[in-house]
């Protein structure tokens, strides 16, 4: 480990030269040998295909590489974040296509009675028949049809705690036979909870008065006429 | 030596660890190792710019070929808009959302361009928390020290004390939204301590605080029904002739035809440059993260401010491969995780400012006391299992759901196993230059969010960017619809760009690269 001088460390999203085991794994019903152990979306890139739709943070945040995926004579069909999501050797992939969900339109701030609202912006939420697709669906592994009960009953709170994981992929309202998108009924659920069903932090509010009624002015004067120097010192001595 | 090996030498050294404190460096320390180790110190990676308002400083060779990158829009482009409006915002980050729900709420008739969907961004990824000064032993003025203090001392003042004073009536809009912040038992916000602040100021979604805002934002910006125009991207601003902006080029991504938008107002929320793998360094950024606002403001006659200075966030992943350059959670150093070279030693307050952590690993590495990995990449260790050990079990689960998931994926239990990491390239530190209302010195040309510069000096404090996105998105939101409501549609001319070419040649600038450049060129050439 003499020579461990290795930066900057080359970098490159392909990382060919460096998995030299190659496996083989279809796109869209197509084989391809990509390096053994990238994800799906640099085997995508590795397979000379270009991503626009299908790649956004690349981080398992924002739900655009949505994917369907099975492994080597497993018929279990599988959803993934492409990003986030080692290839196999005989393993089969497609990304998911963008789905026409309907989301409902609201203005929170205007809304009354949140919970009883809900069967207006949603009135398929409480057709939900319980088949657990779309639970089985979600890459997140959220309890997504305890959720889509849990808005119906009107305990927000419980829906805004599991679907904080929710990347709204999208990927659970294709599968629901009852046309619910469950994870836009949790978006309406979750914001209402804050909206609506939340203590106002008081500490916040002192905070935005004080700043209005000028209590900070006398230490923005005394900072703001020191000079680089001075201000330099201020701050070495903050810990 | 194979990795589990060596995972069992820091399990070995952790006790001995935890009783020892680690001193944080003294300014002149903190400098020297700065100096020596900070890539933004690696004078070879370094060239000045040749031409335009920024011509003479120096930046790295990546950024420096962009602007000086050719336009794609041809000199006779027939420039009939498609749309036109008061305030065309580009970039469905945070900040774009921002401006786009204050300019529309404001009664301005917008557009929101932007290259990927809506949310597909830097911003959906924030794990950390914003940085609000809300604690009642908290101050706004507090917070303006520390930021400076972090930025070594170069943070435009004006930028700065806007937003930390704006801070917390950016908190309360956030609330009334609907954002779900952590509480405390007594309903007050929860506040976390970052790297480099002396208070607790970081307000958080657990570990999914810009997810959550974006799906708030998001959200928000479909009910309000404000115009859309995904996988947008603006490859071009337009002019009157005088220096002011009067509107864009978009390209539609899906068919690549062009789309001319003549806009009284235009805010670019583009974001970062992580995408430009300065220096080959992997990044935690968005695939759209190109650095794009820089090269259109630049040919508009628009100086950059400290554009020769990054943020290589210390915690970027090493091992499993998948997970290179992704970024692995500050959390994990805030709530006590040691960084453990290959010997089992800390080697830095973990506490530290970025600059000062990130300089302090490559440090490790390139004097071999560093991790390497099967693929040939070093990295120090973070222990992650201490946290569960020193808070108790189902610490990780509760704080870092985020976390674990990430490495579960790829059968890796950071609640066993400290995990390897290296820093990775993360924040423009500097960017285009704008005033306390979001303008740049080009009149109606506004930039909000990363894509802008000053605000941060040399090094961002950890969850001031948030706040920033969320601060001068408003404020020029705010000021550009204002400034459509008496301002004609100007004439829509690329002069500025023609005045650019003609630089370029005068300074022999020919490499044939156009600008900016939209999307990274990862598909292989088969
Ligand atoms: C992994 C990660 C974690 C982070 N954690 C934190 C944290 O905890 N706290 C914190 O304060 N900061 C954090 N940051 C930094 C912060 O998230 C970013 O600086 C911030 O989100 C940038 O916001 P933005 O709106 O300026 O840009 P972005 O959110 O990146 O949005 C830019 C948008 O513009 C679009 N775009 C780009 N070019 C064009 C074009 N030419 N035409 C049209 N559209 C275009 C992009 O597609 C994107 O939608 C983190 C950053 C990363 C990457
Ligand atoms: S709840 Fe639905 S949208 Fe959310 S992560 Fe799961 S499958 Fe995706
Ligand atoms: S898929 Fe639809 S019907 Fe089935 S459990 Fe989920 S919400 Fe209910
Ligand atoms: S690209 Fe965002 S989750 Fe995969």
């Not at chain 2, 194979?2 to 069992?8: L, R, W």
């Not at chain 2, 894509?451 to 404020?475: E, I, T, W």
């Amino acid at each position: 480990m003499a020579n461990d001088s290795s930066t900057p460390q080359q970098f490159t999203e392909q990382a060919s030269e460096i998995q030299a085991q190659m496996v083989t794994v279809e796109i869209e019903g197509k084989p391809f040998q990509v390096p053994a152990g990238v994800t799906l979306m640099k085997a995508m890139w590795y397979a000379g295909k270009e991503v626009l739709r299908g790649a956004g943070c690349l981080g398992g945040f924002c739900g655009a590489c949505a994917a369907y995926y099975r492994t080597k004579d497993d018929p279990k069909v599988k959803t993934c974040l492409a990003c986030s999501m080692a290839v196999e050797d005989g393993m089969s992939f497609s990304f998911m296509p963008a789905f026409p969900a309907r989301k409902a339109i609201y203005n929170l701030q205007e809304i009354k009675d949140p919970k009883q609202d809900l069967f207006e912006l949603y009135p398929e939420a409480p057709l939900c028949r319980n088949c657990n697709a779309c639970t089985e669906a979600c890459p997140q592994k959220i309890d997504v049809r305890e959720g889509v009960w849990k808005a119906v009953f009107g305990d927000f709170k419980a829906v805004s705690d599991m679907f904080m994981d929710c990347v709204m992929c999208g990927m659970c309202a294709p599968v629901c036979i009852a046309d619910i998108a469950p994870n836009l009924v949790a978006v309406y659920a979750s914001r209402a909870q804050g909206v609506h069903f939340t203590e106002k932090p008081e500490g916040l509010a002192q905070r935005i008065k004080k700043i209005a009624d000028g209590d900070y002015q006398k230490d923005w004067d005394r900072v703001l006429q020191l000079s680089d120097e001075e201000l330099q010192n201020t701050t070495a001595s903050i810990t | 030596m194979d990795i589990t090996a060596q995972q069992n030498l820091v399990h070995q050294t952790r006790d001995a660890r935890r009783a020892i404190d680690f001193p944080k460096l003294s300014p002149a320390e903190r400098d020297a190792l700065i100096k020596k180790y900070h890539p933004d110190h690696r004078g070879h990676a370094y060239r000045p710019i040749k031409f335009g308002p920024n011509a003479g400083d120096s930046t790295v060779k990546e950024v420096a070929t962009l602007l000086e990158g050719d336009s794609t829009i041809p000199a006779d482009f027939n420039l009939t808009p498609e749309y036109s409006v008061d305030v065309l915002v580009v970039g469905g980050g945070g900040a774009g959302c921002a401006a786009a729900l204050h300019a529309h709420a404001a009664g301005a008739n917008v557009l929101l361009a932007t290259k990927l969907r809506l949310g597909d961004s830097n911003s959906v990824m924030a794990q950390g928390g914003m940085q609000i000064a809300v604690g009642p032993d908290d101050s706004p003025v507090q917070h303006f020290l520390d930021t400076l203090k972090g930025g070594h001392m170069k943070n435009d003042h004006d930028l700065l004390k806007v937003m930390v004073e704006e801070g917390p009536s950016i908190g309360q809009w956030l609330l009334e939204l609907g954002v779900l912040f952590d509480r405390q038992s007594d309903g007050n916000l929860h506040v976390k301590k970052g790297g480099g602040s002396s208070k607790a100021r970081l307000l958080t979604c657990s570990d999914y605080t810009g997810l959550e805002i974006m799906r708030v934002l998001k959200d928000e910006v479909l009910n309000q029904k404000v115009p859309l125009l995904e996988f947008g991207a603006v490859v071009e601003l337009l002019s009157d002739g005088n220096g002011s902006c009067t509107g864009a080029v978009l390209q539609d991504l899906d068919n690549k035809r062009h789309v001319v938008v003549a806009a009284k107002t235009v805010i670019l929320a583009t974001g970062g440059i992580g995408r430009l793998h300065i220096q080959g360094f992997p990044t935690s950024n968005h695939y759209g993260a190109t650095g794009d606002a820089l090269v259109l403001a630049y040919r508009m006659g628009v100086p950059l401010v400290q554009i020769d200075t990054f943020q290589y966030h210390p915690s970027g992943g090493v091992y499993p491969e998948q997970l290179v350059g992704a970024l692995v959670t500050e959390g994990i150093r805030s709530e006590g995780g040691h960084l453990v070279n290959a010997k089992g030693d800390r080697f830095v307050n973990e506490l530290d400012t970025r600059d000062v952590v990130s300089s302090s690993i490559i440090k490790e590495c390139e004097e071999g006391r560093g991790v390497r990995t099967a693929a040939g990449r070093s990295g120090v260790w973070l222990d992650t299992p201490l946290l569960d050990v020193a808070h108790g079990p189902g610490t990780l689960d509760k704080h870092f759901p985020a976390m674990v998931r990430q490495y579960e994926r790829y059968q890796v239990d950071i609640r066993k196993d400290p995990v390897l990491i290296y820093p990775t390239l993360h924040y423009q530190n500097g960017g285009v230059k704008i005033d306390v209302k979001g303008e740049t010195p080009a009149p109606n040309l506004f930039v909000a969010g990363e894509a802008s510069g000053g605000l941060h000096g040399r090094n961002r404090l950890m969850g001031n960017s948030l706040l920033d996105l969320m601060v001068f998105g408003k404020r020029a939101g705010q000021t550009a619809a204002e400034r459509a409501k008496s301002l004609p549609q100007g004439t829509l001319t690329l002069d500025h760009v023609a005045k650019f070419r003609e630089e370029a040649k005068r300074h022999h600038v020919s490499s044939g690269l156009t600008s900016p450049m939209v999307l990274p060129a990862y598909t292989r050439q088969v």
